[in-house]
């Protein structure tokens, strides 16, 4: 570990309030967290007695720090809503979990693991709590406060757009050098570098925990690109077409070799330019469905997944096996959770499977077995909640008010951002706070009966004054 690790996580403390100094409140959260998660180390500070102290940890306490500093009117304006209660429920249930489990330790392994020994404490419940909320809870809460018009959602996709390009060059870098960056400034590689190496060549990690991770940023930049400039929002720059930066962010994005983030860009360019066509945003709400139906199908129904490996077997037969191992790995740890249904296992690897010498034999990828496991059927509902409502709310607002369909490009777009981060929980646990904080103001614009007064916006007919007419 070198002395950029702790210079740039405790240095975000000072360094992410100043930026509320310089930009405006909205664009100083979005930005806050967004420069965090790109730039700021997979380090983790662990002391006694206090909770954890990450990545996620700093973006969040530096956010909340400078709006209370600098527009804590905001705030306090606050007033919770009915549609907050998944995610309260998805900050509490740790508690609740923690409570509910004593000092067991996984089946076949009494005596191996230091945590199995050592009963589970109320304070354990406060701190599982507390961390749990600075990683999700806050981010929603500033996405509900700064991001709930059409307005607002177009500067989220502007935001996203910028950091992909600022990412690209550091992408490039690494599908050529292999992903050494974050070795190079912090002294370690964040995860295994094999799982680096895919379709022949690299796939770049820069400062983030996975590829799979920077794929999916990626490719959320890219939708987001094009839903600017086809919408007309955004097509030149200084006289300058963003074409030149759109197509080179595009062709990024295919290199980051993620055959689930290909499918992704796919699936998005496709929805948003059916939505152009037909006005129906709501045929998004389609993917929606997704989520919920795997999760009946792999739990109740138990469904196996052949199918769904044979197809992808035609595709590549690497991708089957991975496919096919995470399949294995999910009926161990959905079966493991079930024993303890309501609140599940709580954490400290208890919802791990081991063999019986004491061996971890159960990998944890997708978001949604890690919250069974953790959190139980609790959990898991107060998750699928909080991550498809707010985005389906919005979309059935957007497709009542059609008429507004021109300047609700960007929702559209942040909506369907948010429907594929659910999406993504599926494989992947990967949090990433920007797109919770998109989640947040959809919440609130979905909620909302009448658009607030704002200024007019253009549309993809209707040029800013003093703008260059669509070609």
């Known amino acids: 570990m070198t002395p950029f690790v702790p210079l740039t996580m405790f240095g975000w403390l000072v360094v992410g309030p100043l930026l509320f100094w310089v930009l405006r409140a909205r664009w100083a959260v979005i930005?806050?967290?967004?420069?965090?998660?790109?730039?700021?180390?997979?380090?983790?500070?662990?002391?006694?007695?206090?909770?954890?102290?990450?990545?996620?940890?700093?973006?969040?306490y530096a956010a909340l720090l400078g709006v209370m500093l600098f527009d804590h009117r905001t705030l306090l304006s606050y007033k919770p809503r009915l549609i907050d209660l998944p995610m309260l429920a998805w900050c509490l249930v740790p508690f609740a979990s923690v409570l509910a489990n004593g000092?067991?330790?996984?089946?076949?392994?009494?005596?191996?693991?230091?945590?199995?020994?050592?009963?589970?404490?109320?304070?354990?419940?406060?701190?599982?709590?507390?961390?749990?909320t600075l990683a999700w809870g806050v981010p929603y809460l500033l996405g509900r406060l700064y991001f709930t018009?059409?307005?607002?959602?177009?500067?989220?996709?502007?935001?996203?757009?910028?950091?992909?390009?600022?990412?690209?060059?550091?992408?490039?870098?690494?599908?050529?050098?292999?992903?050494?960056?974050?070795?190079?400034?912090?002294?370690?590689?964040?995860?295994?570098?094999?799982?680096?190496?895919?379709?022949?060549?690299?796939?770049?990690?820069?400062f983030m925990e996975h590829g799979l991770m920077v794929a999916f940023w990626m490719t959320t930049a890219t939708l987001a690109g094009w839903q600017l400039w086809a919408s007309g929002w955004l097509r030149r720059?200084?006289?300058?077409?963003?074409?030149?930066?759109?197509?080179?962010?595009?062709?990024?994005?295919?290199?980051?070799?993620?055959?689930?983030?290909?499918?992704?860009?796919?699936?998005?360019?496709?929805?948003?330019?059916?939505?152009?066509?037909?006005?129906?945003?709501?045929?998004?709400?389609?993917?929606?469905?997704?989520?919920?139906?795997?999760?009946?199908?792999?739990?109740?129904?138990?469904?196996?997944?052949?199918?769904?490996?044979?197809?992808?077997?035609?595709?590549?037969?690497?991708?089957?096996?991975?496919?096919?191992?995470?399949?294995?790995?999910?009926?161990?740890?959905?079966?493991?959770?079930?024993?303890?249904?309501?609140?599940?296992?709580?954490?400290?690897?208890r919802n791990r499977v081991y063999d019986e010498q004491g061996r971890d034999i159960s990998v944890t990828d997708g978001q949604w077995v890690l919250a069974l496991g953790m959190y139980g059927i609790a959990g898991l509902v107060a998750l699928l909640g909080w991550?498809?409502?707010?985005?389906?709310?919005?979309?059935?607002?957007?497709?009542?008010?059609?008429?507004?369909?021109?300047?609700?490009?960007?929702?559209?777009?942040?909506?369907?951002?948010?429907?594929?981060?659910?999406?993504?929980?599926?494989p992947n646990a990967m949090l990433n706070p920007v797109f919770v904080i998109i989640i947040g103001g959809l919440a609130t614009f979905g909620t909302t009966r009448h658009a607030r007064q704002m200024p007019a916006m253009p549309g993809p007919t209707q040029p800013r004054p003093g703008a260059e007419a669509r070609p």
């Not at 067991?104 to 961390?131: I, M």
């Not at 052949?306 to 197809?311: D, F, N, T, V, W």
């Not at 929702?411 to 993504?424: E, N, P, S």
């Open 149 to 206: 018009t059409r307005e607002s959602h177009r500067d989220a996709c502007v935001v996203l757009f910028i950091a992909g390009l600022l990412y690209a060059p550091l992408c490039v870098y690494e599908m050529r050098m292999s992903p050494q960056l974050h070795n190079m400034f912090y002294g370690e590689h964040p995860h295994d570098f094999m799982q680096s190496i895919r379709f022949g060549g690299y796939r770049p990690t820069v």
């Open 31 to 60: 930005a806050a967290y967004a420069l965090a998660w790109m730039f700021l180390p997979m380090a983790e500070y662990d002391w006694s007695g206090l909770p954890r102290f990450n990545k996620t940890a700093a973006a969040s």
């Open 237 to 349: 720059v200084r006289g300058v077409s963003i074409l030149w930066a759109l197509i080179p962010l595009t062709l990024t994005a295919i290199g980051c070799r993620s055959f689930g983030a290909w499918l992704q860009l796919l699936l998005g360019l496709a929805l948003l330019w059916v939505v152009r066509r037909t006005r129906a945003p709501v045929l998004i709400l389609a993917l929606a469905f997704v989520p919920p139906t795997y999760i009946t199908a792999r739990t109740v129904l138990e469904w196996n997944g052949g199918h769904a490996y044979e197809l992808v077997s035609i595709v590549s037969e690497e991708r089957a096996q991975s496919l096919a191992f995470r399949l294995v790995n999910e009926d161990r740890l959905v079966d493991h959770a079930l024993e303890r249904p309501v609140f599940g296992w709580a954490g400290w690897k």
């Open 387 to 426: 991550l498809l409502i707010p985005a389906s709310l919005a979309l059935m607002r957007l497709q009542r008010e059609r008429t507004r369909l021109a300047e609700s490009a960007c929702t559209t777009a942040a909506a369907l951002i948010a429907i594929m981060f659910a999406l993504d929980a599926i």
């Open 103 to 132: 000092p067991l330790s996984p089946p076949g392994a009494p005596d191996v693991q230091l945590w199995a020994q050592t009963p589970l404490r109320v304070y354990d419940a406060f701190s599982t709590t507390w961390e749990q």
